[in-house]
């Protein structure tokens, strides 16, 4: 089964723990949630953010 990164940052993003990513995907481990936040880091860690905005979910 595949996971897309962008799922697991989604599920980070939204709250949810690695404790609960890795009880809803029994397939994944530790390391395979820290490969995802480590990719993510590599792909920003030479841009430049203007600005962001974040909006939150009520």
Do not use: F, H, W
Not at 16 to 21: F, P, Q, V
Not at 30 to 41: E, F, K, Q
Not at 47 to 54: C, G
């Amino acid at each position: 089964m595949r996971i897309k990164v962008e799922n697991i940052l989604a599920l980070l993003e939204q709250g949810a723990t690695i404790k609960e990513i890795l009880e809803d995907y029994p397939d994944l481990e530790p390391d395979d949630i820290r490969a995802c936040l480590a990719y993510a880091r590599a792909l920003v860690a030479n841009e430049s953010l203007e600005a962001v905005n974040v909006e939150v979910a009520r």
